[in-house]
């Protein structure tokens, strides 16, 4: 095995489908001579040429649209957003286009795209570029929404979700894109969508994360376990679709449950997991649902942003106010 970062493991899964399938394509803005802003496409447009890795205009709209038609004609399109608050100006093709291609042509057609977009704070970067915005898509039915927190988990998702015939998008942390290295096969591997992974097991409290909050949870956890108290984390790897039964299977053991989310903290995706516990695990609680979000503001100036983001305090914090009950 070859110690990969994220980013290197979601170019060797991008370079080896596009070995295996010839119609799968990469576009978008920057991704072909620069390698895209985060070299997350280096080197494919030398190996797959213009024909299947092509920069396209700076119009969202137009990469996503330009998308559906491909996909629904037979290729299988991997489109990049530069960055997930790019992503307004193509709610329309997303929302109202590709998640519905299936049911309005009742399963004449399919809409096999990926699309690609970082996501996520901690890295110094301005208004829009940090947003995370997972919530607004698993609101669109049709769309599968996946966020992956380590190298290993990026490519085997990734693979699945080039795989899969219906449109996924696949939002990659920043944050963790370099952060540390850990073994990946060199050959290709698929992780099922939808299947949540149980970090660290413990029978105190569940730790909920996704995306860059889960090497934060963990570490959290790691350093309460030396105070004795023993948190369960875990990475729900697939906000659509869910992995429900892994979460209340936590919950009934532990009684005690915090959600650690990027996204502002009104609306966002931890909101429907603690109220789909409190339908299905209601009596196994001992406490209040805790959730640790962004706060309800737009994302703020770098200065500031250590602050804003859930952080280990907040996290320890919140695990003592659900060990008081």
Same mark, same amino acid.
Do not use: W
């Given at each position: 095995m070859?110690?990969?970062? !994220?980013?290197?493991?979601?170019?060797?899964?991008?370079?080896?489908?596009?070995?295996?399938?010839s119609r799968i394509i990469v576009l978008?803005?920057?991704?072909?001579?620069?390698?895209?802003?985060?070299?997350?496409?280096?080197?494919?447009?030398?190996?797959?040429?213009?024909?299947?890795?092509?920069?396209?205009p700076l119009a969202e709209s137009g990469i996503i649209g330009t998308s559906i038609g491909l996909a629904i004609n037979g290729m299988r399109p991997?489109?990049?957003?530069?960055?997930?608050?790019?992503?307004?100006?193509?709610?329309?093709?997303?929302?109202?286009?590709?998640?519905?291609?299936?049911?309005?042509?009742?399963?004449?057609?399919?809409?096999?795209?990926?699309?690609?977009s970082p996501y996520g704070g901690g890295v110094r970067t301005p208004e829009l570029h940090s947003d995370a915005l997972e919530a607004l898509f698993t609101?669109?039915?049709?769309?599968?929404?996946? !966020?992956?927190?380590?190298?290993?988990?990026?490519?085997?998702?990734?693979?699945?979700a080039i795989r899969d015939e219906d449109p996924v998008l696949f939002?990659?942390? !920043?944050k963790l894109y370099r952060a540390f290295r850990m073994e990946v096969p060199e050959e290709p591997y698929t992780i099922p969508l939808g299947q949540a992974r149980v970090v660290k097991e413990g029978d105190d409290v569940t730790i909920i994360a996704w995306?860059?909050?889960?090497?934060?949870?963990?570490?959290?956890?790691?350093?309460?376990?030396?105070?004795?108290?023993?948190?369960?984390v875990i990475d729900l790897r697939c906000l659509q679709p869910l992995d429900i039964d892994t979460i209340i299977t936590s919950v009934e053991k532990t009684g005690r449950v915090m959600i650690v989310h990027e996204a502002?903290?009104?609306?966002?995706?931890?909101?429907?997991?603690?109220?789909?516990?409190s339908e299905r695990a209601l009596f196994a609680l001992s406490a209040p649902i805790v959730r640790i979000a962004g706060y309800d503001t737009p994302y703020p100036v770098p200065s500031v942003e250590d602050d804003w983001l859930p952080n280990a305090e907040r996290i320890a914090e919140g695990i003592h106010t659900l060990l008081r009950y």
């Open positions: 070859a110690e990969l970062t !994220m980013i290197e493991a979601i170019n060797e899964a991008m370079r080896q489908e596009m070995e295996r399938d978008g803005e920057d991704v072909g001579e620069n390698g895209g802003v985060f070299r997350a496409t280096d080197g494919l447009l030398a190996q797959f040429g213009e024909g299947r890795v092509f920069d396209t991997i489109a990049e957003i530069q960055f997930l608050g790019f992503v307004y100006q193509a709610m329309d093709q997303l929302a109202a286009q590709a998640a519905r291609i299936r049911f309005r042509s009742a399963g004449r057609f399919s809409c096999p795209i990926v699309v690609r609101h669109s039915p049709g769309l599968k929404v996946v !966020m992956p927190s380590n190298p290993y988990d990026a490519k085997g998702l990734l693979i699945s939002l990659e942390p !920043m995306g860059a909050t889960v090497p934060l949870a963990a570490k959290v956890a790691a350093e309460m376990q030396a105070k004795g108290v023993n948190a369960e502002v903290k009104t609306g966002g995706f931890g909101a429907e997991v603690a109220a789909l516990i």
